[in-house]
């Protein structure tokens, strides 16, 4: 099923996308949750009746006639997982991690497709990387390996830009600051619930800047993989329903190349991730 947040009339509600179609899931029935993490929060009980929604087949919309939002607007983490493609690794000139390097994004980072990236006037490297995004479905606290996609509702592609001056260069080589400037989280369109990927370990994951491919490769590729992380993070705090986990960027970031490639305004960039879709964001200055 592919989950999105939609607004329609002004109104914003939750929807499943159906080919050209977005069933209203609120106005179909209105008991479930208008927003995606409360419907998260109800659990198996939502999809059901997601479900149920769908084979009722009313409430369509023409995909065209709706704006599509960003997923998840207020999720209370956005986790990211550093360094996490061995080649990306070594075109930033680091070792390849032994263990996952963890920073963090503020929800107030999140746009949508189509929103504008928007370049802050006091950085003059803003990099790109696309990353599959895990989308946390079940609470939990010390999870196994083996239990570890249970708490998983789906995954989505999302966009980790990166302020590499503010990243690398800040005291304490601290990241955060470098990672969570305004609309530096885009986001969607679809959260993709996970019986909708067969395997989240082998799709195809690019990012396409002003119509070339800069960043080509497989989420096979992942050093730690999606269950190693939740259980790597669920052994320090508890994961809940919306808890979003950036995965790692494979190789082809700006900061790599030779010369160097920042975002600049006037930019389109895509990033898309096979089975999951395309995010796509115009990038203006500040
Ligand atoms: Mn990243």
């Not at 808890?243 to 970031?253: A, E, N, Q, R, S």
Request: hydrophobic share 35%; net charge negative; charged share 20%.
């Amino acid at each position: 099923m592919r989950l999105v947040t939609f607004t329609h009339q002004g109104q914003r509600r939750l929807g499943v996308r159906s080919g050209n179609s977005i069933i209203d899931l609120n106005a179909t029935d209105p008991s479930i949750p208008s927003t995606m993490r409360e419907f998260l929060e109800a659990g198996d009980d939502s999809l059901s009746r997601a479900y149920a929604t769908i084979d009722k087949g009313a409430c369509a919309i023409p995909a065209t006639d709706v704006t599509i939002q960003a997923p998840i607007d207020n999720p209370k983490k956005i986790i990211c997982i550093g360094l996490n493609y061995a080649d990306h690794a070594t075109e930033s000139g680091m070792p390849i991690p032994e263990e996952p390097i963890v920073f963090s994004k503020y929800a107030s980072s999140i746009i949508g497709p189509d929103e504008n990236i928007v370049v802050p006037s006091v950085s003059s490297q803003i990099d790109y990387e696309v990353e599959l995004v895990v989308v946390i479905g079940k609470q939990g606290r010390n999870i196994s390996e083996e239990d570890a996609l249970n708490h998983v509702a789906g995954y989505m592609v999302g966009h980790d830009v990166s302020a590499r001056d503010y990243q690398l260069e800040k005291p304490g080589g601290q990241w955060m600051m470098g990672k969570t400037f305004d609309t530096f989280a885009p986001i969607g369109p679809d959260l993709v619930t996970t019986d909708d990927v067969p395997d989240p370990h082998n799709l195809g994951i690019r990012c396409i800047l002003n119509d070339e491919t800069v960043q080509d490769s497989n989420t096979s590729q992942l050093i730690f993989s999606v269950p190693r992380l939740v259980t790597y993070l669920a052994h320090v705090f508890t994961l809940t329903p919306g808890d979003l986990i950036f995965t790692g960027t494979p190789p082809g970031v700006g900061m790599g190349r030779d010369p160097q490639l920042w975002l600049k305004h006037g930019d389109h960039i895509i990033c898309e991730i096979d089975g999951l879709g395309r995010l796509e964001n115009p990038v203006v200055s500040d």
